[in-house]
């Protein structure tokens, strides 16, 4: 069997990590998996803000994607996940339950995002001799409209400043996830 592996952070990380002589394997990272009857807390926001971090929280979410070929026929599984050492809150004691709301809902769109990404998988014919060409362009473009809406949201609600807009932004985000109820795990 063979497996590919893309983890594609919503924060990049490029050239953050200097060159090692020595490889050290990186320690597992805590994973949180969406889940409607598991929502964030400020308990999961478990990094520190930068001092020149202007914002009063951030959620650092990814799509994890893991695909296969098993006697030529192909197999994936998408996931929607919170990364808590990369998320913070600049003060929990101070935060507001609209601030919370509106991280939840990044996460929201990420598990809507996978849900879509579910969805085109489940609708194309990948050919597990040829993956990667076709697999690559798919979840580039998903990867891209996901980012995309991600920073819409942020622009239109001014990073939930806005109640009506970010209300809005809840009410369509829960619209389109039962939309896609097929597809959720």
């Known amino acids: 069997m063979t497996f590919f592996s893309f983890l594609l952070f919503l924060l990049a990380q490029t050239l953050q990590n200097p060159v090692q002589t020595t490889p050290k394997p990186?320690?597992?990272?805590?994973?949180?998996?969406?889940?409607?009857?598991?929502?964030?807390?400020?308990?999961?926001?478990?990094?520190?803000?930068?001092?020149?971090d202007r914002l009063a929280a951030l959620t650092s979410g990814t799509i994890d994607v893991q695909v296969g070929c098993t006697d030529f026929v192909f197999r994936s599984t998408v996931r929607a996940v919170f990364i808590p050492q990369e998320s913070w809150?600049?003060?929990?004691?101070?935060?507001t339950p609209a601030l919370l709301r509106h991280e939840q809902l990044h996460f929201d769109i990420t598990e809507l995002h996978a849900r879509m990404l579910r969805q085109k998988l489940s609708l194309v014919k990948l050919n597990c001799q040829h993956l990667n060409p076709a697999f690559n362009n798919l979840t580039k473009a998903a990867f891209a409209t996901w980012q995309r809406e991600e920073g819409r949201y942020d622009q239109e609600t001014n990073h939930g400043l806005n109640a009506v807009k970010q209300k809005y932004w809840e009410e369509q985000v829960q619209v389109r996830l039962t939309q896609l109820n097929a597809f959720a795990l």
Do not use: C, H, N
């Open 26 to 52: 990186a320690p597992a990272k805590e994973l949180i998996d969406w889940s409607a009857q598991r929502p964030l807390t400020w308990a999961d926001f478990k990094s520190r803000p930068m001092a020149v």
């Open 89 to 95: 809150v600049r003060d929990a004691a101070k935060a």
